[in-house]
């Protein structure tokens, strides 16, 4: 069964520091690997990421891929308490178009 | 260019009743999958809808079933709804260019959702 970890479920860190979000799977075929903000409601894209060792990054936020190891790690730097929100990441199985998602992980920073 | 957008935004219904829910993708996207999310199961995948057609399904009863419409809008609807089924609704489209297995993959743009209370 496709399943994908994300730790720490939690996180609480001051403005300014710097975090990483971890992101583990097992999927069959894998296709690529989504990171995703999720703050009141909908879901809002950040990355895709298909090929190993490629780092996408976007202002602070940056992340890679190992799928050797089957993980992904999410970097914020200088975080602002605007990026505190649910951090979700998902796969995509070979031969499907859905989305395998991780409970995600809440971060929240503190001014 | 206009996101997803998802009607009702909120719903509440009383068990045994049942519901439909809307979702009209970004324009030029015919690809439309629902989630449900709710805080012990997180997000999990319900259908996915392309060319009017349902490519692929999530392990969900048979109460829940959609459609898709001509101009790539969606329809989800739940029968006989469940104490259980009380969650956020999320629709969300892509750009999937054709309905065979492709190699790459198009990310898909969530809408707002619809948060459903059943009673």
């Known amino acids: 069964e496709d399943k994908v970890v994300q730790s720490p479920l939690s996180l609480v860190v001051h403005e300014g520091d710097t975090v990483t979000l971890n992101c583990s799977y097992e999927?069959?075929?894998?296709?690529?690997l989504l990171w995703y903000k999720q703050e009141k409601k909908a879901p809002t894209f950040l990355f895709m990421l298909t090929s190993s060792g490629i780092e996408k990054k976007s202002g602070r936020l940056s992340s890679i891929l190992d799928k050797k190891e089957l993980f992904s790690i999410l970097n914020i730097t200088a975080t602002q308490t605007g990026d505190s929100a649910v951090y979700l990441c998902?796969?995509?199985?070979?031969?499907?178009?859905?989305?395998?998602f991780g409970k995600g992980t809440k971060l929240t920073v503190n001014p | 260019k206009a996101g997803v957008t998802q009607t009702p935004r909120y719903l509440i219904k009383t068990r045994g009743q049942q519901v439909t829910l809307s979702c009209s993708p970004i324009s030029g996207h015919r690809s439309v999958s629902w989630y449900q999310q709710t805080p012990g199961q997180g997000l999990q995948f319900l259908f996915e809808?392309?060319?009017?057609?349902?490519?692929n399904k999530g392990n969900f009863p048979g109460r829940f079933s959609g459609r898709q419409f001509s101009n790539s809008r969606s329809e989800m609807n739940v029968s006989t709804l469940e104490l259980g089924d009380s969650a956020l609704y999320l629709c969300?489209?892509?750009?999937?260019?054709?309905?065979?297995?492709?190699?790459?993959?198009?990310?898909?743009?969530f809408g707002p959702g619809t948060r459903l209370t059943v009673l």
């Open positions: 809808y392309f060319s009017e057609t349902q490519r």
């Open positions: 998902a796969v995509t199985p070979g031969g499907s178009e859905k989305l395998v």
């Open positions: 969300a489209s892509s750009l999937r260019l054709s309905g065979g297995i492709s190699s790459s993959y198009n990310e898909q743009f």
């Open positions: 999927v069959t075929n894998f296709r690529s």
